[in-house]
């Protein structure tokens, strides 16, 4: 059912089509804002600082003058939450003599109110027919004639969440006779319960005559929902199903139990009507039309799927052999359906800003103001295609920024107060998202259903992408906290271009090899294999490369080829909010395994030094120099510092440069041996805790302040043809920068950095 996502604390919204963009190219912009605001000014503003902290260097942009710049009507747009899959209207589903319907069906929340399975039923008209779960969990057929009236047939017997079940409703109009069909198909690896559970082996049918003949509907057929009514043809979807579907279909004829199970694998009878295969589309490299369901049954009743429900899911009949779902289709046939998927706001576009040639690349924003309400809608202009006009490229990780977004773990995180140490700190922006969940979750969040969320979409407003927003955990987090560095870079005088991880991804090493030295966001946290490869190469060839942050090159992560604005993510093994189902481990748009690049032989140790150790949100703390720091080749980095001084005992993030998610030297998994170890973080606390992934049973003593691996290291090496990579093995280092008037330890360390690697010349080696 749509939603209005502006009617609590902030009244005005935007998004835009996408966050990276070239002079002479368009961004369209999409803006919803409450009932009572007529009108709303627009402004592109240059961001440089977004953090409001009083300690730091306060709230800066820059107006730009764009023809984008002006006053423009006010109006609200709706959110449509809630995935499904729609088969348009076609006269072969005018089953008024006769049907069944049939379906397996893994169910999330069989107790989470009425829920279409697959259903051709006009819920304002009350008319057509569908297989549903009622509001007791039991598998429901229901016919309706309108005026007529309406019969609902249950089972009786509630469904168990997570188990997978045959179900079928069939209806003869010559006799009246209606009948259900629910049995539980529980194998050795496909449900959490076992073939031993009292309700396996126990098919409930249900017989009953009744006196309405489903009367006729132009509405389409839905799968994981119902039509509530139809809008200008738009079809309004309710009852939004949880869980999966597998192997659909309708018949014109009502059959018996024999029957359903021959068509589950066979669906050629002459009877059939439509026959969905929803692992169809599933090639070597992934799920391909990706949002197409084929029909088998030669009707041609090809569907589509709205608000992108999970792909490559097992099916009911996984045997737990494979988890690649490329090298077993048949067993990966089934679609996870969500009440709260979102991939598209759907917005009507408000207005559009050409990039002007000679536009300096940089982070921008168009500003929406109407009387004291306000939102920015930040984009990333880039250099003319193909150029550069700097020697410094600041690699933006926007898709780190894209799996934080609108994340709700300041209020659904269990336990999150004691794993932060502290109360969390609820802005405006986590108070409107959680109270308007239509808006989308991030990949730390769960589905209504409890499974985690694998999918994120840049089409939709994103209140953690805006400058002024401060994460519940009490720290600037992603892309206000790149900000910290995007001041710094203006405040020290360095030219910077400004490029994103989908160009990165897009266009390779080409991109990178225009640019003496890529400098790092403070968490780039979820990269692509081209990525990777891009880096790689760059660094091979010379290039030199500032690792800013924390806990970056963690997760693979990987773009839908079909549509550029949706990342993906499955989570296994690794320091995560939640975990992949057991044969779920592989991404559905290029059927990679997911998961930590670690475990795939790339920890990010062998690319930049150093690689996830710790996590903990309370207090940060300061680096102790090494001896590396004072020999030959690494001395250079600290020329104006003290011997004795401590780096970076103050800070924006915590109260000092080492904190949040701290990054270790560990040549085990990959650093070079010949690196610089300069500095590492001491005085951690025992909120501070060791990655899971290290160890490989429980033992105690894995916090700060008594695991000496819970440490941020400072790194430098070299590398062929020049190269080189600094790492500062911290994502609160960049809140450092402007510490004094940007005159401390922590800037002073990464100019010595940034100017040498800038320049001409050797590197120490």
């Known amino acids: 059912m749509p939603d209005s996502p502006v009617s609590g604390p902030l009244r005005i ?87 069944t319907i049939q379906a397996l069906v893994w169910p999330t929340l069989p107790l989470g109110g009425e829920q279409g399975i697959v259903t051709k039923w006009s819920q304002d008209e009350q008319a057509g027919y569908g297989l549903f779960i009622d509001g007791d969990g039991c598998l429901e057929l229901r016919l309706g004639a309108g005026d007529r009236g309406t019969v609902r047939i249950s089972s009786g017997e509630g469904m168990v969440e997570h188990c997978w079940y045959l179900v079928a409703a069939s209806f003869d109009a010559a006799t009246g006779r209606a009948r259900l069909h629910q049995e539980p198909v529980v194998y050795a690896a496909n449900a959490p319960v076992s073939r031993q559970a009292t309700f396996v082996g126990r098919a409930v049918v249900v017989e009953r005559d009744v006196d309405v003949v489903p009367g006729s509907t132009n509405v389409p057929l839905i799968m994981a929902g119902w039509t509530q009514r139809l809008e200008d043809d738009r079809a309004i979807i309710g009852g939004h199903y949880n869980g999966k579907l597998d192997r659909p279909r309708v018949s014109g004829a009502p059959l018996g139990s024999e029957e359903l199970w021959a068509l589950v694998e066979d669906p050629s009878s ?29 009707h041609g009743l090809d569907g589509r799927t709205v608000n992108a429900p999970v792909r490559a899911m097992t099916g009911y009949n996984w045997s737990g052999r494979e988890h690649a779902f490329t090298h077993a289709p048949d067993q990966y046939g089934a679609i996870h359906f969500h009440d709260d998927d979102l991939d598209d706001a759907g917005w009507e576009v408000d207005f559009q800003l050409t990039i002007p040639d000679g536009l300096r690349s940089g982070v921008y924003a168009a500003r929406l103001r109407s009387g004291d309400n306000e939102d920015y809608v930040p984009f990333y202009v880039l250099p003319p295609k193909g150029t550069a006009t700097a020697p410094i490229a600041f690699l933006a990780p926007t898709n780190s920024y894209l799996a934080y977004a609108n994340d709700h773990m300041g209020i659904d995180a269990e336990l999150i107060q004691l794993a932060i140490g502290r109360a969390v700190v609820l802005g405006t922006q986590d108070i409107h998202k959680h109270l308007h969940r239509e808006l989308g979750n991030s990949l730390y969040d769960l589905h209504t259903d409890g499974s985690g969320v694998c999918y994120s979409s840049w089409q939709r407003p994103l209140l953690t992408v805006r400058p002024k927003y401060r994460h519940a955990f009490g720290n600037v987090w992603q892309f206000n906290a790149d900000l910290h560095l995007v001041d710094w870079f ?102 990679e395994m997911g998961g930590l690049w670690r475990n795939r032989g790339r920890a990010p140790q062998k690319m930049v030094g150093v690689g996830f150790i710790a996590q903990g949100q309370d207090i940060s703390s300061y680096y102790r120099r090494k001896p590396d720091s004072f020999a030959e080749g690494g001395s250079w980095v600290f020329e104006g510092i003290g011997d004795d001084e401590l780096i970076g005992n103050f800070g924006l993030c915590g109260d000092g440069a080492a904190g949040l998610e701290l990054d270790w030297y560990q040549p085990e998994l990959g650093s070079p041996a010949h690196a610089y170890v300069l500095a590492s973080s001491e005085g951690h606390t025992n909120v501070m805790l060791e990655v899971r992934e290290n160890f490989g049973t429980t033992m105690p003593a894995h916090g700060g302040d008594e695991q000496p691996n819970v440490r941020a290291d400072l790194v430098y090496f070299t590398t062929p043809n020049d190269g080189g990579v600094f790492s500062t093995g911290s994502i609160a280092w960049c809140g450092s920068l402007s510490h004094n008037d940007y005159d401390n330890n922590v800037s002073r360390i990464t100019e010595n950095v940034l100017r040498r690697f800038s320049s001409e010349g050797p590197l120490p080696q």
Not at 25 to 43: G, I
Not at 270 to 293: K, M, N, Y
Not at 515 to 523: D, E, I, P, R, W
């Open 490 to 591: 203006a405040a020290k005088g360095f030219e910077i271009d400004v490029i994103t991880d989908r160009d990165l991804h897009d266009e390779g090493v080409e991109l990178l090899s225009r640019y003496k030295t890529v400098v790092t966001g403070s968490h780039p946290e979820y990269t692509t294999e081209p990525m990777l490869d891009a880096i790689e190469a760059y660094l091979a060839d010379g290039g030199r490369f500032m690792y800013m942050g924390g806990n970056g090159f963690y997760w693979v992560a990987n773009y839908n080829p079909e549509n550029p604005h949706m990342i993906e993510i499955r989570r296994h093994n690794g320091t995560q909010m939640w975990t992949a189902e057991p044969g779920e481990y592989y991404l559905s748009f290029t059927g």
């Open 13 to 99: 919204l935007g998004y835009c089509d996408r966050p990276n963009v070239r002079p002479g190219e368009t961004l369209d912009f999409y803006v919803s804002c409450a009932e009572e605001l007529e009108t709303y000014q627009a402004d592109i503003v240059k961001l440089v600082h977004g953090d409001l902290d009083p300690r730091g260097p306060g709230y800066k942009e820059e107006v730009t003058d764009t023809s984008a710049n002006g006053e423009y009507p006010a109006r609200t747009q709706l959110m449509y939450p809630g995935s499904y899959a729609v088969v348009p209207d076609n006269e072969a589903l005018a089953l008024t003599a006769g049907f």
């Open 270 to 298: 002459a009877d059939v009507v439509g026959a969905w295969d929803f692992s169809d589309q599933i090639t070597p490299d992934g799920i391909r039309e990706f949002t197409t369901i084929t029909d088998r049954s030669g």
